[in-house]
């Protein structure tokens, strides 16, 4: 975790805050519909899930591991937001941005095993969760995901990600241990 500034003092730590790592721009990247249709992997069952069956536009730094996983780096940034606009209402933020959470973080631990979405055999299940808001963010407006694996043994990873705003700040952490099993 980065942090900016230093802590000498109390008042200086209502300073002290993580720093959004740096990933490529949500304008930058293609959107996972674009992505799968750009290799003809949009009209399966799975792909049109991907693309198309969520309620976020999900994009991915580096390329998404839903067909294929050439970079096994632990982590990744993912740019999340909303098709559509959200009621005002913070408690129907924080709900959507607990409801998409869930969907890739399990991706830096899936990286750093080699494996993918569609690899042959995967089952995966989220087995302990916790989410801490930090403060209030708009899950209709684009957040950066960060996330990292922080282990994968013995058919269990932990992965840790936080939710940056487009400003830099920290609005949300996420750690989850889920089961990865491949046969």
Partial sequence: MYYHGLVSGPRD???LRPTAPNYATPGTLPSSADYLDARNAGSSPEGDYWSRGRSFDIRHAPNPVYTNSSENAPEQGV???????????AR?????????????ILEPSLRALGLNWSSPGLVTASLDHSMWFHQPARAD?????AQESAGAQGGRALNLGRFYSEQGDLVATVLQE???RHA
């Avoid at 740019?79 to 209402?89: E, G, Q, S």
């Avoid at 407006?141 to 995901?145: A, F, Q």
């Fill in 13 to 15: 730590r209502e300073q």
């Fill in 79 to 89: 740019w999340i937001r909303a098709f559509d606009k959200l009621p005002d209402d």
């Fill in 92 to 104: 129907t933020q924080q709900i959507a941005l607990s409801y998409v959470c869930d969907y890739t």
């Fill in 141 to 145: 407006e684009w957040l950066l995901y």
């Fill in 178 to 180: 889920g089961m990865i």
